[in-house]
Nanobody, 121 residues
Framework: QVQLVESGGGLVQVGGSLRLSCVVS????????MGWYSQAPGKERDAVAT????????YYVDSVKGRFTISRDNAKNTVHLQMNSLKAEDTAIYYC??????????????WGQGTQVTVSS
């Protein structure tokens, strides 16, 4: 049973910082591409940042470039999202995502339960 458990969300003022964490169990963590997605009220869930198996390749949506940093620790089965210079429009539920395994013919996708991030102005 694959489980993704997020933590680190909360209420912060504009310009503040938060660090989201996602601990993964139930599969070989290093074989999965990891990502953070956000979903604001009334909107679709969209990718915020992703990181490949090795941690060497990352993707960021334009709106968070220079402010957010995704990282992973394969020894601890953990992926983080450091969020700096937060804006009101970053307010959303943030979901941890795992896709893989590497090299498989069929790619599985797993989601965490989500963690609320609220940025107040």
């Amino acid at each position: 049973q694959v489980q993704l458990v997020e933590s680190g969300g909360g209420l912060v003022q504009v310009g503040g910082s938060l660090r989201l964490s996602c601990v993964v169990s139930g599969h070989t963590f290093s074989n999965y591409v990891m990502g953070w997605y956000s979903q604001a009220p009334g909107k679709e869930r969209d990718a915020v940042a992703t990181i490949d198996w090795s941690g060497m390749s990352t993707y960021y949506v334009d709106s968070v470039k220079g402010r957010f940093t995704i990282s992973r620790d394969n020894a601890k089965n953990t992926v983080h999202l450091q969020m700096n210079s937060l804006k009101a429009e970053d307010t959303a539920i943030y979901y941890c995502n795992a896709m893989g395994p590497r090299g498989a013919l069929t790619i599985d996708t797993y989601w965490g339960q989500g963690t609320q991030v609220t940025v107040s102005s």
